[in-house]
């Protein structure tokens, strides 16, 4: 496990730096905090090269830390809320024969949305704010199959090269 620890602090700050790019973009949706989900890359790729809870770490790490330095307590409550439930969805379906990389990412986005959604509900003590889920859930669909579609060059690319950093 130590040997892996320098892999695991770049590919959290890696998808640190992939959130705060993300951040400064000046891309508005017209839907509050909708976002790329450019971190989610490391998400997938991980689920695809390394272990599954080794993924979660990572991913909950970055949630943590880009909430302190970049958000507020509220913001880490959505990120962790959609990211949890993205990351276990993730993780059953590519265990599933038939889920293309991008199927499983596309079901990354769309869950990350509904789960966010969920507790902004919560939160808000008001259902109105499933309103937004039908753009919620086009946008994840959208960056969902973007990310699968990077995801999948970038695995290409490792495979043809080396895993030798992921084993």
């Known amino acids: 496990m130590y040997k892996k620890v320098p892999l695991y602090a770049m590919l959290v700050a890696l998808a640190m730096i992939f959130s705060y790019v993300e951040a ?7 839907v509050p905090g909708m976002k790329l989900g450019l971190a989610n890359l490391i998400v997938v790729i991980g689920l695809y090269l390394l ?19 970049f958000g507020n307590g509220m913001s880490i409550v959505y990120s962790l809320a959609g990211g949890l439930l993205s990351f276990v969805l993730m993780a059953l379906l590519q265990k599933i024969k038939g889920f293309s990389m991008i199927g499983v990412s596309i079901a990354g986005g769309v869950s990350h949305n509904v789960g966010q959604l969920l507790v902004a509900a919560i939160v808000l003590e008001n259902g109105a704010i499933f309103y937004y889920a039908p753009v919620l859930l086009i946008a994840g669909l959208v960056t969902g199959t973007l990310i699968g579609i990077a995801a999948g060059r970038i695995i290409k690319g490792v495979k043809k090269g080396s895993r030798q950093l992921f084993d």
Do not use: A, D, H, T
């Open 51 to 69: 272990k599954p809870g080794e993924v979660l770490l990572i991913s909950v790490l970055r949630i943590v830390l880009v909430g302190y330095l």
């Open 24 to 30: 400064l973009l000046p891309i508005s949706f017209g």
